[in-house]
């Protein structure tokens, strides 16, 4: 991955041609992108229940990685695109590119705010 903002934001990952997930973060995206997201995967994010932890990991992490490796293994090129946004402009904004685009093929969920 290379070098991202210390800050939060909108990102998104595009299957060859076409956006296949997207989605936000109120923390810097170096860090959900980077080594501590999606760039990593840890014994925690395999969905395998720790002692001590609520669940078994993140789940957009565990699945989006799955299917970006399933992605890559048939031929398929696989970008990351971002945008900074605010914590508090981040989650609209996901809202409103999926209510005009539609919801992406690996994206599960959009904010209903009306």
């Known amino acids: 991955m290379p070098p991202l903002p210390a800050k939060p934001g909108l990102y998104a990952w595009q299957r060859d041609e076409v956006v296949a997930h997207i989605g936000q973060t109120g923390t810097p995206l170096a860090r959900r992108l980077g080594s501590n997201g999606y760039a990593t995967i840890y014994p925690y994010n395999t969905l395998a229940k720790e002692s001590g932890r609520k669940n078994g ?6 699945r989006v990685n799955a299917l970006a490796n399933d992605a890559l293994s048939t031929g398929s090129t696989l970008k990351i ?5 605010s914590p508090k402009v981040a989650p609209a904004e996901e809202a409103q590119w999926m209510l005009r685009h539609g ?12």
């Not at 990991?57 to 565990?62: D, P, Y």
């Not at 695109?81 to 946004?85: A, E, H, I």
């Not at 919801?103 to 009306?114: D, Q």
């Open 57 to 62: 990991g993140q789940q957009t992490n565990c």
């Open 81 to 85: 695109w971002y945008r900074v946004y």
């Open 103 to 114: 919801i992406p093929e690996w994206s599960r969920r959009i904010e209903r705010t009306r």
